[in-house]
């Protein structure tokens, strides 16, 4: 039972403090997590000699409830719950070896079930250090891992199961000769199986880095394209208002003369005019250049289109989010909710609003639709067609936004309008428990 409640303690310490997976919300799923807890526990206490028969199917406990447990890939959790099941059985077998070796080929004095909860503690220990040392950075950790091809996983429990095996047939030995060298092998295979463990870890480490950094490298350059919008559109609205000014008056002359003259409907009309042009070279501030570029360019395209587009609210000065990051939750937001107002036939509108929370701010995209929202997973589902290929932009929104302490929740409050609020921290990291 002691070894039951370590391995269950040691994936819990795992997948929350070392991956940084979030527990689920949803009890339903608790509990029958939970309750597959439990069948291994009660079988255990009440049919102690079943122990060696239950063998596989404690392979699957408690690694099968770690899916119901957290938010993530199903397959990815109970691949990695596996996986370390099978690794305390490498650390056993070490254990084991070592202790064989110690009593000189004696095995009678080895405790198979205390050297299982050895290899349980040295696991136990590595993970606090682990958790210590990782910090924030496992909220990144847990997105790549769900990442992960499960291909991966089953290779690694394919090689513990083969490395695990262990022929007895060595010939007429004395015993004690015997035990040793079947201790031997138990000792290599559990340092082979360790070493393969973290070169494995590690090589899987260098290729999610060199993936995240090509990710990276894309969204920067899409982030230096909206600045480079925004310089263009600040240039290009910079000569319209000096043609304004050019002309301003002219402007006033001509409405001085229709006053003059009491025409109250064609001052009006003229008046309208005044101000449609002047709202054509309105250009939007936030506080933050990133955002004025995307907005900016997006307040275009809603005109060309016949949108509504509101905009309240400013970024506070010091906003500790970079610029990458920034740039893909607003830019995906407002492409998701520009595309779906195109739909619509009549209600077209866009609002963006910006908050304060203490050390977060917070914005609110929120748009008219003529299709139902249909959250999978925490984000929306993509209603193209070409599914594979389409619906990264949440995904990478729910990305940014966690690897800055914050969330996005995406919601379909009332009918024909969807929204989609974005918290993130503004606060310097260090200032935030």
């Known amino acids: 039972m002691i070894t039951f409640v370590l391995e269950l303690l040691i994936l819990l310490l795992l997948f929350r403090r070392v991956l940084g997976y979030e527990f689920r919300r ?24 079943a122990h060696d028969a239950l063998y596989c199917l404690g392979i699957l406990i408690p690694a099968a409830a770690m899916p119901f447990f957290f938010r993530g890939r199903p397959v990815i959790l109970l691949g990695i719950g596996v996986c370390m099941i099978r690794l305390f059985c490498m650390l056993d077998r070490l254990f084991t070896g ?3 070796l110690a009593a000189k080929g004696n095995a009678m004095e080895v405790d198979l079930t205390l050297t299982y909860i050895m290899g349980e503690l040295t696991c136990l220990v590595v993970f606090l250090i682990l958790s210590g040392i990782l910090g ?11 990442k992960m091809n499960p291909i991966i996983l089953i290779l690694f429990i394919l090689y513990t199961l083969i490395a695990d095996y262990n022929p007895y047939g060595i010939g007429a030995l004395p015993q004690s000769l015997f035990y040793i ?18 070169v494995f870890v590690l090589v899987y480490i260098m290729l999610a880095q060199r993936k995240e950094m090509k990710r990276m490298i894309l969204l920067n350059e899409r982030c230096i394209s909206e600045q480079a919008e925004q310089y263009r559109l600040t240039g290009e609205e910079g000569k319209k208002w000096r043609k304004f000014r050019h002309d301003y008056n002219e402007l006033i002359s001509v409405l001085q003369v229709i006053a ?22 309105k250009l939007v501030y936030t506080n933050n250049l990133i955002c004025d570029a995307i907005l900016t360019r997006y307040a275009a395209l809603c005109r ?30 407002m492409k998701n909710a520009y595309e779906a107002v195109q ?21 609110v995209i929120a748009n008219t639709t003529c299709e139902a929202l249909t959250i999978e997973d925490g984000r929306p589902k993509t209603t193209k067609s070409d599914r594979r290929n389409h619906g990264l932009g949440t995904q990478n929104m729910l990305e940014a936004a966690r690897k800055n302490g914050g969330s996005v929740t995406w919601s379909f409050n009332e009918p024909n309008l969807v929204s989609v609020e974005i918290l993130v921290c503004c606060a310097k990291r260090n200032l935030v428990s």
């Open 26 to 49: 949803e009890w339903k799923f608790i509990v029958i997590g939970i309750g597959i807890v439990l069948i291994r526990g009660i079988v255990m206490l009440l049919c102690p000699e």
């Open 98 to 100: 070592i202790w064989i």
């Open 136 to 146: 924030k950075e496992k909220k990144q950790i847990s997105l790549t891992t769900d």
């Open 181 to 198: 060298i079947h201790a031997e092998n138990l000792v290599k295979n559990g340092v082979l199986a360790i070493a393969i463990t973290v």
């Open 260 to 281: 003059q003259e009491g025409d109250i409907k064609r001052l009006r009309e003229y008046i309208s005019t005044l101000a449609e042009i002047k709202s054509e070279h």
């Open 304 to 333: 060309a289109e016949n949108i509504e587009l509101k905009i309240h609210g400013t970024f506070p000065d010091q906003l500790y989010i970079s610029d990458t990051d920034l740039c893909v939750l607003i830019s995906n937001g």
């Open 343 to 363: 739909k619509c036939e009549t209600e077209r509108m866009i609002e963006f609003n910006i908050g304060n929370r203490g050390n977060y701010v917070d914005f």
